[in-house]
Nanobody, 123 residues
Framework: QVQLVESGGGLVQAGGSLRLSCTVSGGTFSGLAMVWFRQAPGKEREFVSAVSRTSSTPRYADSVKGRFTTSRDSAKNTVYLQMSSLKPEDTAVYYC????????????????WGQGTQVTVSS
């Protein structure tokens, strides 16, 4: 059974930075496409970024492009989301998710989810 554990959330002022981590256990990390989603209160879950099994060019939502960077470390079975120039509208619970095969920007296609980590950006 694949398990994902996120960490790194917290409270930060606008313009600040945070790095989220998502560590995978119980599966074959090299076979997993990894993605980050977020959900703000009262809003639908939103795709943030994705990185393929081969770490080819990551994909980002337009709302975070140029500010967020996602990467994966196979030695640590961990995927990261480096968030910079944070804005209050980035406030949300951030989830990492995984699936074997190609990545998707739809959460419905993901089999494995982390518990979520809260990111709060104050103005």
């Amino acid at each position: 059974q694949v398990q994902l554990v996120e960490s790194g959330g917290g409270l930060v002022q606008a313009g600040g930075s945070l790095r989220l981590s998502c560590t995978v256990s119980g599966g074959t990390f090299s076979g997993l496409a990894m993605v980050w989603f977020r959900q703000a209160p009262g809003k639908e879950r939103e795709f943030v970024s994705a990185v393929s099994r081969t770490s080819s060019t990551p994909r980002y939502a337009d709302s975070v492009k140029g500010r967020f960077t996602t990467s994966r470390d196979s030695a640590k079975n961990t995927v990261y989301l480096q968030m910079s120039s944070l804005k209050p509208e980035d406030t949300a619970v951030y989830y990492c998710a995984a699936k074997y095969g190609l990545y998707s920007t739809s959460g419905r296609n993901y089999d494995y989810w982390g518990q979520g980590t809260q990111v709060t950006v104050s103005s």
